[in-house]
């Protein structure tokens, strides 16, 4: 989730990192970003995935047009799965983070379950990813103070008969947003990295609001990756989470903030890695 600063689908883009050769058979890593954000969050990660990776942008973010006042989870998990469906991949390894875990058990489920059950999905990898309670939604993941401030605003925003509120884009300022994540302060280049508009975008709040059903994916192998050193969803919050997921998961510990993808790609990525069959 980068910081809280309808339409068709265009084509996916598909991206192999250069220098790594992909085996016959191998499995597509696909990358789900998380809120505030595009697919090119990943570009630090895709020189340490090997074979075929595929890199999605969720509706009105990045590429792909869509209104953000009324996206939905559903909205999101039809984009995803129609990029993986057009890329033409076989066995999927899904990555996301933070609130792109709102749309795995979807996913999985169209997707039609787990590879060892018949299914496209080989694993699941969530990074600091959201597991609301079964059906509950991405609110209840949240801190206490930002799940009420949010709701006031849109109780606000519905009373004033005023569009529904987007969560805003770039930073006029992004100085805040260099320790705001946890771990080691962001270096220049890191922060300059987080904060392109490229990369950070406006975003939806609809998909918080949306039940999510874990039980519909399955026993899909999944590794949830903690990170340690996270302001945005912390450990605690993270662990409850853990526990929330119908099967238990195999568990990665990072000393990361909330941006593994940006501050350390290489040991994400051997994560992701170790997750293709």
């Known amino acids: 989730m980068f910081p809280a600063v309808g339409g068709g689908i265009r084509a996916p883009v598909r991206w192999r990192a250069a220098g790594t050769v992909g085996r016959v058979g191998d499995a597509t890593v696909v990358l789900v970003h998380g809120g505030g954000a595009t697919r090119r ?3 630090r990660v895709l020189a340490h995935l090997p074979g075929p990776t595929l890199a999605v942008d969720l509706p009105g973010r990045g590429e792909v047009p869509a209104d953000l006042a ?12 129609r990029a993986i469906r057009a890329d033409g991949a076989g066995p999927v390894v899904l990555v996301a983070h933070s609130s792109g875990g709102l749309v795995v058990p979807g996913v999985v489920a169209a ?21 609301p309670p079964e059906g509950g939604c991405g609110l209840d993941c949240m801190k206490p ?3 009420d401030g949010l709701v006031a605003a849109l109780d606000a925003a519905a009373a ?3 569009p529904p509120i987007t969560l805003p884009g770039p930073p006029a300022d992004p100085e805040p947003f260099r320790t705001a994540y946890g771990g080691e302060a ?15 975008v406006p975003d939806t709040v609809h998909h918080y609001l949306q039940p999510v059903r874990w039980s519909e994916a399955g ?16 450990p605690a919050a993270q662990e ?7 099967h238990p998961p195999a568990l990665v510990r990072l000393p990361t903030g909330h941006l593994p993808m940006v501050t350390h790609p290489a040991e994400l990525g051997a994560v992701a890695a170790r997750a293709l069959p």
Request: glycine share 8%; charged share 20%.
């Open 41 to 43: 969050a990943w570009d």
């Open 70 to 81: 009324s996206v939905t989870v559903e909205d999101e998990v039809e984009a995803v799965v």
């Open 111 to 131: 997707l039609g379950g787990a590879a060892h059950l018949g299914g496209r999905v080989a694993h699941v990898v969530l990074v600091a990813a959201l597991v």
């Open 145 to 147: 103070h930002h799940r």
């Open 160 to 162: 004033a008969g005023g």
């Open 186 to 200: 962001l270096t220049d280049d890191e922060l300059a990295f987080v904060v392109d508009p490229v990369r950070c």
């Open 219 to 234: 026993p899909v192998p999944v590794t949830y990756v903690l990170t340690e050193a996270d302001r945005p969803v912390p």
């Open 240 to 246: 409850a989470m853990v526990g929330r997921l119908p």
